[in-house]
């Protein structure tokens, strides 16, 4: 494992990065470096700066201090290798449109200004709704969709990006146990596909199920590493101080 | 004959000509950038920008002594444009929420339109009267020259918004997937908002800074009930804003004393009503039509579903249940007779004799299937 991870730049570098709103800071003084190639969730209480972080290295928030690098370079210069799946309650899912326009949004970063989507366009959207399950509801009006449906939509726009890099701002946020599995096969195969996966999470229960690269949060970076070394109970009290959500003993690290 | 004689009348008279013209511009404009501001969920928006072009139309005059239409209207986009920014700064740089600055920049700017046009009005000369119909707007003092002014405006709107849809709609549907694609969406926002502005001073002559907001709002409110695509609500807010335009003047030409501006506002709010009653899927009747079909649709298969039990509790599937049971056994909101009338015209129960009903086979048959297909769903 380690040997494709080390070598080359990281996929995702982040230095001594501050983030504030209204004096209050979010983020501080924050150090990650996510190799190449992990599946990563980022775990944090409530108000720990996930969301931000993720924001902060899309360039969406300006931060006080810091730098985040993408494969060596800054972000603007690699927006191309970046896929984003925002948080599904950012958006207004009365929206006049269907899935396949949100779909093919994805592809509008690489068309650039002024260009139209085109076939090309339709058939890569086609291709990613029918990994996600969603192929029947291409033409469906998106306000019609259940939550677990929209968080699909979202993802297949992510998988039209095509990227090397994926943020996702918790995508398992109130879904159905069908979309849940269609994430998990996703992820895993996008893993396999060396493509680098961050993804916001909450539930801590599934972190070693799902993830093999886990990053602690609250405000400060607590922790980051592989999920059998990092996820332990020390760490966690750690990240979550006293009011440590119940969890059980299997699932951590170390605690056999 | 009166047909045609009106015709003759409308297309005839030089002044009719103009409004009708004007009006049907300022329509399609207004329709068009109203869906898209619609969609930006700031409806007040068009209220701010129109109100804020008062001091501009008032300054323009004061500073160049004219009354020419392209001097004062420049000073209503400038003024309306410069209220925007200062709207968006407000927002971007202080704790203030958008819809506290949106009134906060209306009342000032409103504010100081009106102390200018007073001052203006006080004055000795008399060279000022006539600058309070932007007001409420005066189509009447539309001329040719005034109209092209604003075919070229408009005209110059529609190719921005064609040239940047697909950036505008990535950007009002989810601007932070959008920035997250390298499109500047403060620079986009401000696109957006500049050809509001622009919008609205187009209409300010024929409906004024009062009115102009409802243009803005109403064809596209009216718009968004009969579609689900962004393509086909902006076009259809354009033509419901052409029509209310157009008959909003033919009806203030054929009866006297109406004035246009007003007409053409009252003409739209009707659309929008008719809209919000009408309309499928999202009117209000349309909605209330499906709700009790839907409650029928229950209260009949729970019937069915409960004169089943009860048949098997008889064991004997062509058993005759009094009505007076069957009224006990079912939920008391159901609507009794007619629930056994749909249930017999189906032909799932008969009426042996007056006061009792029994199931038919395929009645039997249709509610097993039912409870199967339900005890897989549970």
């Known amino acids: 494992m380690a040997d494709v991870r080390n070598s080359g730049p990281m996929a995702v570098e982040i230095e001594d990065l501050t983030v504030a709103y209204q004096q209050q800071p979010v983020l501080w003084d924050v150090d990650l470096r996510i190799p190449r190639g992990v599946l990563m969730a980022i775990v944090g209480p409530n108000g720990a700066g996930k969301t931000t972080l993720i924001k902060a290295v899309l360039g969406l928030v300006r931060p006080l201090a810091g730098e985040v690098r993408i494969f060596g370079k800054p972000y603007k210069e690699q927006r191309q290798r970046v896929a984003y799946v925002p948080q599904r309650s950012s958006v207004d899912w009365d929206f006049p449109t269907t899935v396949l326009d949100v779909v093919m949004m994805g592809r509008y970063g690489q068309l650039g200004w002024f260009r139209r989507p085109g076939r090309r366009e339709r058939r890569l959207a086609m291709a990613a709704l029918e990994k996600l399950g969603m192929q029947a509801f291409a033409e469906r009006q998106i306000s019609q969709l259940s939550g677990g449906q929209q968080q699909r939509v979202f993802l297949a726009r992510a998988l039209v990006q095509d990227a090397d890099v994926y943020l996702m701002d918790e995508p398992f946020q109130g879904v159905d146990a069908t979309t849940e599995r269609a994430i998990v096969t996703l992820l895993q195969e996008l893993s396999r596909q060396k493509k680098t996966v961050v993804v916001v999470h909450h539930d801590l229960q599934s972190v070693p199920d799902y993830f093999h690269w886990v990053a602690l949060l609250n405000v400060r970076a607590i922790a980051s590493g592989p999920v059998d070394r990092v996820f332990t109970l020390d760490n966690l009290k750690k990240t979550y101080g006293g009011h440590l959500v119940w969890i059980e003993k299997e699932a951590l690290a170390g605690s056999d | ?378």
């Open chain 2, 1 to 378: 004959m009166e047909l045609l004689q009106t015709i003759g009348i409308v297309f005839g008279d030089y002044t009719l000509r103009t409004v009708l013209l004007g009006a049907l511009i300022l329509g399609g404009v207004s329709g068009v950038l109203g869906a898209l501001a619609l969609l930006r969920r700031q409806s007040l928006l068009g209220d701010t920008i129109s109100h804020a072009a008062l001091p501009g139309i008032a300054m323009a005059f004061l500073l160049s002594g004219s009354k020419s239409s392209l001097v004062l209207l420049s000073g209503a986009a400038l003024s309306g444009w410069l209220a925007t920014l200062f709207m968006l700064q407000v927002v971007r740089t202080s704790r203030i929420k958008d819809d506290t600055a949106l009134g906060l920049v209306l009342s000032v700017f409103f504010g100081f339109g009106l102390v200018l046009l007073t001052f203006i009005q006080k004055r000795p000369d008399a060279a000022q009267a006539g600058l309070d119909k932007f007001l409420f707007g005066q189509a009447a003092t539309l001329m040719a020259e005034d109209v092209t002014i604003m075919a070229w405006l408009s005209a110059l709107v529609f190719v921005l918004v064609v040239l940047f849809w697909k950036e505008l709609k990535v950007y009002l549907f989810d601007s932070g997937f959008a920035e997250s694609l390298g499109f500047p969406t403060r620079w986009l926002d401000i696109l957006l908002l500049s050809l509001l502005v622009i919008t609205i001073v187009i209409g300010l002559q024929t409906v004024g800074v009062v009115l102009m907001s409802a243009m803005v709002v109403a064809p596209a409110a009216a718009a968004r009930q009969w579609t689900h695509r962004l393509e086909r609500m902006v076009l259809l807010a354009g033509l419901f804003g052409m029509f209310a335009g157009v008959s909003g003047s033919l009806t203030s030409s054929l009866v006297p004393r109406l004035p246009t501006g007003p007409t053409i506002v009252v003409v739209a709010t009707i659309m929008v009503l008719c809209s919000l009653l009408f309309a499928p899927a999202r009117g209000i009747l349309w909605n209330r039509f499906r709700l009790k079909r839907q409650q029928k649709s229950i209260q009949v298969h729970i019937a069915l579903l409960t004169l089943l039990d009860l048949a098997e509790h008889h064991r004997d599937y062509r058993h005759q249940h009094s009505l007076e049971v069957v009224r006990a056994v079912l939920p008391r909101t159901t609507h009794l007779s007619r629930t056994l009338k749909e249930l017999e015209e189906r032909g799932w129960i008969t009426v042996p004799r007056k006061g009792f009903v029994a199931l038919t086979a395929r009645g039997v048959e249709v509610a097993r299937r039912f409870r199967e297909n339900q005890e897989v769903a549970g």
